[in-house]
């Protein structure tokens, strides 16, 4: 629950923004200075003096497209607060000097002030260790005029306008500051993939770097990029950025090159959302030179934790939430035994066009199923409405007659025996077609092979969807849930136990083949089958029941 205090800051701010609404941002916050040094009644819950006001000021006077467009989205002061105190903490030395790259309303400049005099320093000291960058102009604005209120409020008069600059830290931070530093912040999201405006610099750093960062990497995690290749030996460094970034496949070879400079030694992990832009978060903690033997984690803010060093990001996030080690060695790959593919927005929009309610007394030939109207084992079409190209549907079938002449091709392709497997869900969800009626949108993956029941039984063993969890962690839309690509699918290792591969398919079979609805006792029967198949222990079938 929020801080009662909190909540009633947020009120007085909002109430202040809309009772100055002709006022721009920089006017409103010359406002709030003029009614502090008058130190007038009605002042907010923390004080007149209180320097974070400004910041938020500045935050809730932006528009929302604004900072869409640049992918500038504010932390929540509590949040700023914990994070900054866990980066110190892990710090081994007093910092010469506090960067924040992108300073936004100067929240982790503030937390850095306050955790440098409670290391001991004198405000003026502290004051003078600060540094901060922006590519917007009012949020440099914002960041001087509220570490000069925190100088205020600490006795000194201290003028930020040469530490706090107005450029792009890809490209404009100063050599002077390139110094041993702890670096603190939460960069901009933006990605080349959602149509938010990226400036030429941030391309060309993309692509001076564009072996390693490829073409789709965030442009906060070209921020934190830039700061691990330019900071000295011994710095440390701590951002936050997407929690795709732990597993995502088109960053796999950035943090192997993160690993090799800059070892992780901290990873805080939030299961919720923290942001007005609907993002799941982490932040990631680095030792530029360093060869740590432990990792610092923090999960939703609760006290860290010190694991043993993992090097794959995704798996340092599971053993964090306490999630079961798979343990899955296998020089074989499903891939060998299907061909797994999937549609993309091509296809997605050409059934979109295509897709009609049922109507007919017969057996349908096209059923459309979604991720959602996939079950184990079984599909909803028919028994509950699904939503497909935002519309819902009771019966969706795709009319070969309203089809392109690539969608048609499409359709045929899926009109043969296959599984669909459902992404996005908490364990991995094939169903079987075997009459070939059944047509899969995307994101379903859609798995040819011309052994069913086998390939079926291995997506079904529960230590498989363990190891694709760990795997992937952070790429989903929920935390909880399991993103595969086909190429994932693929590359999945196949079971050890040929034996007992065989008599899970075999029982797979038979049960489908009775034609009645799967029950509870022959699922955790196909699920048990499946894991000794993979040589796997209790503890995946215990998570996978406590998923399903």
């Given at each position: ?509 038979q049960i489908t083949m009775d034609g009645n609805p799967i029950t509870t ?28």
């Amino acid at each position: 629950m929020a801080d009662p205090t909190a909540r009633k800051t947020k009120a007085w701010i909002k109430a202040f923004v809309a009772n100055n609404r002709t006022l721009t941002p920089a006017e409103l916050i010359a406002r709030h200075i003029e009614l502090a040094d008058q130190d007038l009644a009605d002042p907010p819950p923390t004080g007149w003096s209180d320097p974070w006001i400004i910041g938020q000021i500045h935050e809730l006077a932006v528009s929302e497209e604004n900072r869409k467009s640049r992918g500038a989205w504010y932390t929540p002061r509590e949040l700023v607060e914990q994070l900054s105190a866990w980066a110190f903490r892990q710090c081994p030395y007093v910092p010469d000097l506090v960067l924040d790259p992108t300073c936004g309303g100067g929240a982790f400049l503030l937390a850095g002030l306050d955790q440098l005099v409670g290391l001991g320093l004198g405000p003026e000291q502290a004051a003078l260790r600060i540094r901060g960058m922006d590519l917007d102009d009012g949020a440099v604005h914002a960041t001087r005029c509220s570490l000069k209120q925190w100088a205020r409020s600490h006795g000194i008069d201290h003028n930020f306008e040469t530490q706090i600059l107005q450029g792009d830290a890809l490209i404009d931070l100063p050599a002077e500051w390139n110094v041993k530093r702890l670096v603190i912040g939460n960069p901009p999201f933006a990605t080349p993939l959602k149509g938010t405006s990226v400036a030429s610099a941030v391309e060309k750093y993309r692509k001076v770097y564009s072996e390693t960062l490829g073409a789709y990497a965030d442009l906060a995690v070209l921020h934190v990029d830039s700061m691990l290749r330019n900071s000295p030996a011994g710095s440390v460094v701590m951002m936050i950025m997407p929690q795709s970034v732990l597993s995502t496949q088109h960053l796999s070879s950035w943090r192997q090159m993160v690993n090799e400079r800059a070892p992780t030694i901290g990873l805080w992990l939030s299961t919720k959302l923290d942001f007005a832009a609907s993002v799941r978060t982490c932040a990631t903690l680095h030792s530029v030179g360093g060869s740590p033997a432990s990792i610092s984690v923090v999960v939703d803010n609760k006290t860290a934790r010190e694991l043993i060093y993992e090097a794959k990001w995704s798996q340092i996030a599971c053993n964090a939430l306490g999630v079961p080690v798979a343990n899955l060695a296998s020089s074989n790959h499903l891939g060998e035994f299907c061909q797994p593919t999937a549609g993309f927005r091509d296809e997605y929009y050409g059934m979109a066009e295509a897709c009609v309610e049922w109507s007919g007394s017969s057996e349908c030939d096209a059923k459309l199923l979604t991720s959602g109207a996939v079950h184990l084992l079984s599909n909803s079409w028919g028994q509950k409405q699904i939503r497909f190209a935002k519309q819902k549907w009771s019966r969706p079938w795709i009319d070969p007659q309203k089809a392109s002449a690539k969608t048609r091709k499409w359709l045929e392709r899926q009109q043969q025996p296959k599984i669909l497997l459902a992404t996005q869900s908490k364990v991995l969800k094939p169903v079987i077609d075997i009459d070939g009626t059944l047509i899969g949108s995307t994101p379903l993956i859609i798995i040819e092979t011309d052994q069913l029941f086998r390939v079926a039984a291995a997506l079904l063993a529960p230590v498989l969807s363990l190891h694709a969890y760990r795997l992937q962690f952070g790429s989903a839309m929920s935390a909880d849930a399991i993103k595969l690509s086909a190429t994932q699918v693929q590359d999945l290792p196949a079971p050890l136990d040929l034996d007992a591969w065989d008599e899970a398919a075999s029982s797979l079979e038979q049960i489908t083949m009775d034609g009645n609805p799967i029950t509870t006792p022959q699922l955790l029967s196909l699920a048990r089958l499946g894991n000794a198949a993979y040589r796997a222990g209790p503890e995946s079938l215990e998570w996978w029941l406590g998923r399903i």
